[in-house]
């Protein structure tokens, strides 16, 4: 199998596949999974792009290639889901292309922007990411995962992380615009299907995220039969990371693995 991912928990307990965000790797699922690991055998694969996952094809549309990479890892029984920020679109994706083989789907902040329509938040949100274009377009793209990270990150400025973190992250700025036909404008035809997913959803954001989270979810509420929103306090979009223990309990007490 092409690519690589952590796995946690013993293979014979109910299989989970966590996708994370974009600028990441698998590795940001650590505290969540050893908190899982008990209940679920996780499986975590690097996404395309991302750290040893399979390299981006520039003739291909980043998402699809993305879900496509990330089927290869789906087990084949029933396996419960869990995607965030960008992952969490790939996460939906796969539940609605593939709605036999998932038991659960638990979506961490989904940037599927098209979503909140002109919403407030969506609005609020365009202007973000006109700001990372002029950064990109004045000052490289340094400048531009600086200015993306002031609303995505986890708190902590690019000035101030190591220097290999902020290298990686300044090298994949290129995901962020390579996305934006998947989430500002539902390039896969995600939301037509909302009404088809089939199992229960548990859509999970922190309380202090971008207002465009809210929009998001209170839009998938909408559609979505089987969907319940959790709010984690204090906590902003990087809440996989910095509560972790916060997500996992959220998770387990939703689904009762």
Same mark, same amino acid.
């Given at each position: ?79 419960? /889901? ?5 992952? !969490?679109? %790939? =996460?939906?994706? $796969? #539940?609605?292309?593939? +709605?036999?083989?998932?038991? &659960? ?17 969506? /609005? ?5 990411? !006109?700001? %990372? =274009?002029?950064? $990109? #377009?004045?000052?490289? +793209?340094?400048?531009?995962? &600086? ?111």
């Amino acid at each position: 199998m092409t690519g690589f991912a952590r796995h946690w928990g013993d293979v014979d307990l109910p299989p989970a596949l966590l996708l994370h965000c974009s600028l990441s790797h698998s590795g940001a699922w650590a505290g969540v999974a050893r908190k899982l690991s008990g209940q679920l055998h996780l499986i975590a694969p690097d996404l395309v792009g991302h750290g040893q996952g399979p390299a981006h094809d520039p003739d291909r549309d980043y998402h699809d290639q993305t879900t496509e990479a990330a089927l290869r890892w789906l087990p084949e029984g029933q396996t419960h /889901l869990i995607g965030h920020s960008f992952g !969490a679109t %790939v =996460a939906l994706r $796969l #539940a609605l292309d593939h +709605p036999h083989r998932v038991a &659960s789907l638990t979506l961490i902040e989904p940037v599927l922007f098209a979503a909140a329509g002109d919403s407030t938040g969506a /609005l609020a949100h365009r202007r973000g990411a !006109a700001d %990372v =274009a002029s950064a $990109l #377009a004045t000052g490289g +793209p340094r400048a531009a995962t &600086s200015v993306f990270l002031t609303n995505w990150g986890g708190g902590q400025p690019l000035d101030a992380m190591p220097v290999s973190q902020a290298k990686y992250m300044i090298d994949r700025i290129w995901i962020e615009r390579a996305s934006s036909p998947a989430l500002d404008h539902d390039g896969a035809g995600l939301l037509p299907r909302l009404g088809a997913v089939a199992c229960p959803v548990l859509l999970i954001e922190g309380a202090l995220s971008p207002p465009v989270i809210a929009d998001i979810h209170r839009a998938f509420v909408k559609e979505i039969p089987q969907a319940a929103r959790v709010i984690i306090p204090e906590a902003g979009h990087m809440a996989p990371i910095t509560h972790p223990g916060a997500v996992a309990s959220a998770i387990a007490v939703h689904h009762s693995f």
